[in-house]
């Protein structure tokens, strides 16, 4: 059994095409399409974060409306990058969302992917201390959030209102929301490191490194080498572990219309240079519901993970994708063995 959810990019432009001209309408559609994805049978709800362009940049707010009309799916973020966050005002709205979600939130955080900005977490005020990169700020804050949201004291609190010296913890908590954070990993190395800190995996279509292996191969390794860390750390339970897929099923004449073509044009892994680096981009699954269930029952990784996010084209609205989200878990998932 995997737990299927989508993950929105949620952009928003007002051109020829878009069913999303604007941020209201990307929000709002958002929303609804968690409701559609709950009745359909789907598991979970995720949106993108990206700060300087027309997508989804403060989450929070759409989180708690997404809580307030669910029941059952899980709702999350994939991910939201630490460099730009008050890891306290973070810790405040997060557990805020959890407790109105009932204890659904599964929030996927890190250091973040290529931005428009340069330098952007520098224009919220956060710069990275001397001899600190990029890297180190997002694991500085994380560390901060993850303190306040398992209960730890933070500020010394004022003896003439509260009649004592120790240390507050932020309010509200909301038990639980600590074992629910994801890291977003890039790499074998920094899934190593999750595993070590002992938070959940998330791992995208997307790998910042390649060593020649199909993509699917290079990301099944990588999540053999957080469980390990994970065991090594001698952390209890079981950890969760989330892979992204672009899956299209061609069952409408719309699918065919928008999607047909890259069919072949998408269905190999493709590598290129990010941020100064190779990368290794995961191929996507377009075709007929049998033949990509089959293609994803051979996917490593898909068969390592226990959550497949899929990637939706949220620009062409609701109905769509929930009607993409419907033939997925209606007939790739029981094919693909998930069901």
Do not use: C
Request: glycine residues 10%; negative net charge.
């Amino acid at each position: 059994m995997k737990k299927i959810g989508f993950l929105s990019f949620g952009h928003y432009r007002d051109v020829p095409g878009s069913l999303t001209p604007t941020a209201r309408e990307a929000l709002l559609q958002a929303i609804e399409l968690a409701v559609a994805a709950e009745d359909v049978g789907a598991d979970g709800a995720f949106v993108r974060v990206h700060h300087f362009a027309p997508q989804q940049a403060s989450p929070f707010p759409l989180l708690a409306a997404m809580a307030a009309r669910t029941s059952r799916i899980e709702l999350g973020t994939g991910v939201i990058d630490m460099r730009y966050e008050n890891p306290l005002y973070m810790a405040e709205e997060a557990a805020g969302t959890d407790l109105i979600s009932g204890g659904r939130l599964q929030l996927g955080i890190s250091r973040g992917s290529p931005e428009p900005a340069l330098r952007g977490a520098e224009s919220f005020g956060y710069v990275p201390a001397e001899g600190e990169s990029d890297a180190d700020l997002a694991r500085r804050h994380t560390a901060v959030f993850r303190a306040a949201i398992a209960g730890h004291g933070i500020a010394p609190a004022n003896p003439e209102m509260t009649g004592s010296s120790g240390l507050l913890a932020i309010e509200p908590q909301s038990p639980g929301l600590s074992e629910r954070i994801w890291w977003g990993s890039g790499t074998r190395a920094t899934a190593k490191w999750t595993g070590e800190q002992g938070m959940n995996l998330m791992s995208s279509t997307l790998l910042t490194e390649d060593t020649g292996v199909p993509f699917d191969e290079l990301q099944a390794e990588q999540i053999q080498v957080y469980r390990q860390a994970w065991a090594d750390a001698g952390h209890p339970g079981t950890p969760r572990v989330s892979v992204s897929r672009s899956i299209i099923p061609l069952v409408s004449d719309a699918d065919r219309r928008y999607f047909g073509l890259r069919a072949q044009a998408e269905s190999r892994d493709q590598v290129g240079r990010l941020d100064g680096g190779l990368a290794r981009f995961g191929r996507s699954y377009v075709g007929e519901p049998d033949v990509i269930a089959q293609e994803l029952a051979a996917d490593a990784a898909v068969r390592e993970a226990d959550t497949v996010l899929v990637t939706v084209p949220n620009q062409l609205g609701v109905d769509y994708n929930a009607a993409l989200l419907e033939n997925i878990v209606k007939l790739v998932a029981p094919d693909a063995g998930w069901r």
